[in-house]
Nanobody
Framework: QVQLVESGGGSVQPGGSLRLSCAAS????????VAWFRQAPGKEREGVSC????????AYTDSVKGRFTISQDNAKNTVYLQMGSLESTDTAVYFC???????????????????WGQGTQVTVSS
């Protein structure tokens, strides 16, 4: 079983950047696919990006391609989401999630993920 803790959220102006961290404990992330989801008020949770730490395979939803980068630090058992050129539409609570899958796709449903962090708020506003 893996425990996930997100950090790095905050408030930023449009065009700004933030880096989110998802620190795992209880198990190495080598056995999991890790995804970032977000949920804005009144909207469904949507997949943003995912990575398979054992292979490095990555995927992104279309709305963040070229602006967000997912990465991993195996030594720290941590996955990051570097977010740039932030827009007001990126405002949401961001969650990291893990599933024992050897692959990932940005549009995989949240129901496939077994383990979740508590979420971190990202607010993009002028």
């Amino acid at each position: 079983q893996v425990q996930l803790v997100e950090s790095g959220g905050g408030s930023v102006q449009p065009g700004g950047s933030l880096r989110l961290s998802c620190a795992a404990s209880g198990s190495t992330l080598d056995y999991y696919s890790v995804a970032w989801f977000r949920q804005a008020p009144g909207k469904e949770r949507e997949g943003v990006s995912c990575i398979v730490p054992s292979s490095g395979r990555q995927a992104y939803t279309d709305s963040v391609k070229g602006r967000f980068t997912i990465s991993q630090d195996n030594a720290k058992n941590t996955v990051y989401l570097q977010m740039g050129s932030l827009e007001s539409t990126d405002t949401a609570v961001y969650f990291c999630a893990a599933a024992p899958l050897p692959y990932c796709q940005a549009d995989l449903p949240a129901s496939l993920y077994d383990y979740w962090g508590q979420g971190t708020q990202v607010t993009v506003s002028s």
